[in-house]
């Protein structure tokens, strides 16, 4: 049976028997892609929990967990320290409360079926960092964290809850939007400086709900008709139509 042909659970449970773990990565959609694990609970008592962290492709997210769990087997007590994975920064970790857990890692209840794991949420460094990570040791709160409010409240834009965004890492990393354009009805492109310049590695596609929580001045892009433009300086300066 190959992994095409396996069902979840299965699919869990032999990469569990065969690695000791497995990795669920939930694709975004309204809310950000997260990724967290299955199966170190019975090796360390809690699981981890990546949420976010768009600067890193999906394999390479898989590679920071398979090297933070290769750091634990050494020296467990790397866990409160940080650990450095060359070439994709240095990593530090937070207990995650509960009220995150219950919401997100539905998975990890389900396999034990427990209602309380202890979990900790990977962190990465400054460099790396970008604003669609929350702290997850705080209680969650979707006014503190607009950009993962999508967990448990009702979108409540005129555009399509899975709209998208291509835009550029130094917008994720705080940078503000500069420029932008609606091209279809869920489909913006919005960057942090001239659009032209920004390389093909410095893109990403988000969510749209990731963009408005990270800036709330973007809202205006809502309304905008398709096909429209519109530039600005920088964030405290009113938007103009483009062209």
């Known amino acids: ?49 990546f949420p976010g962290g768009i600067y890193y492709l999906a394999d390479q997210v898989l ?6 769990v290769n750091s634990l087997k ?29 919401m997100m890692l539905l998975g990890v209840f389900d396999y034990y079926k427990k209602t309380e794991i202890e979990v900790y949420q990977i962190v990465p ?11 997850m ?3 969650w709160s979707g006014t503190a964290e607009p950009v993962w409010q ?4 009702k979108w409540n834009y005129s555009v399509p809850e899975i709209s998208t965004v291509i835009t550029n890492l130094d917008a994720l990393q705080g940078e503000p939007i500069t420029e932008l354009m609606r091209w279809e009805q869920g489909e913006w492109e919005m960057f942090a400086g001239p659009g032209p310049e920004v390389q093909k590695k410095d ?7 990731t963009i408005l929580g990270i800036d709330n001045t973007l809202l205006p892009v809502v309304n905008l008709e398709i096909g429209k433009g519109l530039w600005r300086t920088d964030k405290d300066s009113d938007w103009q139509n483009w062209g």
């Not at 893109?203 to 709900?209: A, H, M, Q, S, T």
Request: charged share 20%; proline share 4%; glycine share 4%.
């Open 1 to 49: 049976m190959n992994k095409d042909e396996m069902s979840f659970k299965e699919l869990i449970q032999t990469n569990i028997d065969q690695y000791g773990y497995h990795v669920t990565i939930v694709e975004q959609g309204i809310c950000p892609r997260f990724a967290y694990s299955i199966g170190l609970y019975r090796q360390f008592n809690f699981e981890l929990v």
């Open 63 to 68: 590679e920071i967990f398979n090297e933070i």
């Open 74 to 102: 050494v020296n467990r007590a790397a866990l409160s320290q940080r650990i450095v994975i060359d070439a994709l920064g240095e990593f530090s970790f937070l207990p995650v409360n509960q009220s995150w857990s219950k």
């Open 125 to 135: 460094d400054a460099t790396h960092f970008t604003y669609d990570i929350p702290d």
């Open 137 to 139: 040791s705080k209680e």
């Open 150 to 153: 999508w967990l448990n409240c």
């Open 203 to 209: 893109i990403r596609v988000v969510p749209l709900g």
